[in-house]
């Protein structure tokens, strides 16, 4: 009924910089939340940023050098990555709620690999 297209993962380098796009598509009427989450080898799935209503929330480690947005009209969205770690290597996974309490729906997930 919904589905979730991720683009833009890839390898960079540390200190690179790296444009993810999550585009929702199917019956969608509106969106209460979109956001990013990743999981490493080994490593718990966890939120790395968040954008709900017209708040955002990011992870304490990408403070600063990640940034969401959403562009509502496209049911689209972004998580600009900037200063790169190695330790940002991770799955990419999007997720959205189209409503308050709502299930989360969920992309299929893309590699981020930040290495030299």
């Known amino acids: 009924q919904v589905q979730l297209v991720e683009s833009g993962g890839g390898l960079v380098q540390p200190g690179g910089s790296l444009r993810l796009s999550c585009a929702a598509s199917?019956?969608?009427?509106?969106?209460?939340?979109m956001g990013w989450y990743r999981q490493a080898p080994g490593k718990q799935r966890e939120l790395v940023a968040i954008?709900?209503?017209?708040?955002?929330n990011y992870a304490d480690s990408v403070k600063g050098r990640f940034t969401i947005s959403r562009d509502n009209a496209k049911n689209t969205v972004y998580l600009q990555m900037n200063s790169l770690k190695p330790e940002d290597t991770a799955v990419y996974y999007c997720?959205?709620?189209?409503?308050?309490?709502?299930?989360?729906?969920w992309g299929q997930g893309t590699q981020v690999s930040v290495s030299s």
């Open positions: 199917g019956s969608i009427f509106s969106i209460n939340s």
């Open positions: 997720n959205a709620r189209l409503v308050q309490g709502g299930r989360y729906y």
């Open positions: 954008s709900s209503g017209t708040s955002t």
